[in-house]
């Protein structure tokens, strides 16, 4: 993984963060859980490579 693919992957994390913190704030659940989805893929995508 190159530094760019792994700053790709933080940058996931972070989007899917902000994107649940807003969702809570507005106490939108579906949001919420979409948001949470994200946060997992994003996991995922960067751990997968380093299994």
Known sequence: ???QT???HG???RDAS???TQAV???NF?????????MQ???S???DKWR
């Open 41 to 43: 893929k994003a996991c």
């Open 30 to 38: 579906d949001a919420a859980r979409a948001a949470i989805g994200n």
């Open 1 to 3: 993984m190159t530094w």
């Open 18 to 20: 902000v994107a649940l």
């Open 11 to 13: 940058t996931q994390l």
């Open 25 to 27: 704030d507005l106490e």
């Open 6 to 8: 792994y700053r790709q």
């Open 45 to 47: 995508n960067c751990h």
